[in-house]
């Protein structure tokens, strides 16, 4: 091969290495400027993980962590599967919050008790004291939910998130409502807007408040309301979390929690036709400190009934009347002389949550009918 004929051949390898440099360049260049837009995406790339939330999940059971034998069967199980299970099962999680599960308890909500309830919120305070949690979400059947709420409401301390979340089916069901509603709840834990609004439940797209929210149907998913108020906020996978008003000033006191359970017993007792004085004779018996009257309309109840009231009251156990229908609120001194009797009127709380905010005020010695009814009343 003469030199003339090599020479444009190296002249062409030339031009093609140059050309092969230049894409490889504007190839990295390109990728270089994707992977940049990429991560600046929320949630898209595992860079961004080192920046998100911290949220804490305590599981207690319920029929989120249950399941049945087969998927055609309505009979199950609730608290079978792990807070580590439900958090692994639920994709797309660990792009909201850096979670960490525990677990506190596995029981259906029927048997939640005042042992699982301080755990709750001992663990709870000491993560948020320790600042080991942005927020916290706590696992929880349906059943007394509600209960669980309004206990932690009250004695928790702190403006950070804590979401109370359940489902009505159990895991293993053929649609399962337990994954979206801890994906919500995870959501709104892990939102610093929702810092100040006091402790939540999140379930089927709604946010709810700690006070008002009832479980209002025994089976249907959309089953919690605050019958007074309506929910706090809504939430969902698309559109994000949307609260109806800024946090306000809504929290109330919070009380300290007795070194030792259980709380003070309250009994509470269910007025009908036909009442007499028996039940409230029975809690009287049984060494109730406080009995909070499911009266019927605006807290009331029989002549009988109120005659047993009476007596309780004189000998010093705390009465509230609070009312079986599920809205509206009951009003001091209406068809019931609470003045004479020195009763107290739960206004809207419902006998379930008067019941515990009675626990809490005789654990810290508020027992002055003035001072129970203070706390009784919202700063509305
Ligand atoms: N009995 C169940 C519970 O409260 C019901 C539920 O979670 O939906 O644990």
Redo the contacts with the bound molecule.
Sequence with gaps: MSKDSVRPARRRQSRISMRAIAVITLALCSFVINAAAHAAEPGKDAGAATNLPRVLVLAT????A?QAESRATGAYK??QITGEQLVQSVPGLDKLAKLSAEQISS??????NDKVWFALAHRIQQAFDNNEADGVVVT??????EETTFFLDNVLKGDKPVVIV???RPATAVSADGPGNLYEAVQVAADPRSRGRGVMAVLNDKIEGARLVTKTNTTSIETFNSPNGGPIGYVDTAGGIRFMAQASGLKRATYDLPANEPLPRVEIVYSHANMDAVPIEDAISHGAKGIVLAGVGDGNTSKQALDALEQAAKKGIIVVRSTRVRSGFVTRNVEVDDDRYGFVVSEDLSPQKARVLTQLLIANGVTAPAKLQQAFTATW
């Design positions: 059971g319920g029929t989120i249950g609730s608290g029981i259906g909500s029927q048997d939640m929880h059947g349906t059943d007394t939910l359940g489902s009505m």
